[in-house]
């Protein structure tokens, strides 16, 4: 959720205010940032260049609008010194990152690369399109406490996921943990993440110091962390948690970040920490609110500030679940379906 807007202190800025739609801005040699307007309360995704000596490679893609599209032929035109794109990076699945690739790599006729699990997750929720909501999902969320109006709302946005993702190609190239990977005139080192996206690949280069965080650290909003009717049981808030504790133990902490959204920072291992706390923070307000049997649906005053609304009823619920099930898993929460099928969690 966006919820959690803490500004860091110790968070720096180097570069004042991101590039104008259709432009560039070099961030390192090579390197170059641009954005691409997103129709959404997060109005915008920071997309990454990087050039060699024979082409370009293009690091996440945008959605897919007309708006995009024709961003993009704009930049082709202005600032790709007669070279080619030669790759697509994405870093994850999620419609803001992936939505142009398959129109990209047609365009250029080049490869996409991915990880193994962000490509196959994409191509299966892609294929709900225009599909029903199933039973698996009404049951999911009416065990969260959902009521007809809310369900109503999940029943509308089902399928919706590919809305906004071009056709993607029908091979990709895998992208894994640890990989050294040529892109641009450096050599790149994939991290993977998880607990955002199942495989969240970021990609580090050690000479410049510089790591593309994807969504995987973000300077100041929190990453959606949330529990989908797919994967019922699924425990994504320890998986992140990890993945934070990772990244602080394999980035310097003087790494410069690029992230997805937001400018780029120097303080990695600052707000990595305070991702951790603030996490562990919410997991102790959800521990003391539940000493009375909560639905799902009832923890979210005490979790979020601003107001629920159709618009992230889907994401609130995934999220307040994500602290559940971890609180459960450490054994600290217990559930009881009640005779409605409605889960109730009361601290352990
Ligand atoms: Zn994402």
Redo the contacts with the bound molecule.
Sequence with gaps: MNTYTKLSHELTYPIEGPPEHGELISVAPGVYWLRMPLPIGLNHINLWLLEGDDGWTIVDTGIATDETRGLWEQLFGKYLNNKPVTKIVVT?M?P??VGLAGWLTSRWDVNLWMSRTEYLMCRNLVADNDKEAPEEGLRFYKAAGFDEDSLNVYRKRFGMFGARIAPLPNAFHRLMDGQKIRLGQYEWTVVVGNG??PEHACLYNPKLNLLIA??QILPRIS??VSVRPTEPDDNPLADWLNSCRMLIRKLPPDVFVLP?HGLPFYGAHERLKELIEQHEGDLEKLYVFCAEPKRAVDTFSALFKGDINEGNLIIAVGESLAHLHYLQAEGRMVVETNVNGVNMYRSA
């Design positions: 994850h999620h803001d990152h955002h996206s994807g969504d990453s959606n997805s």
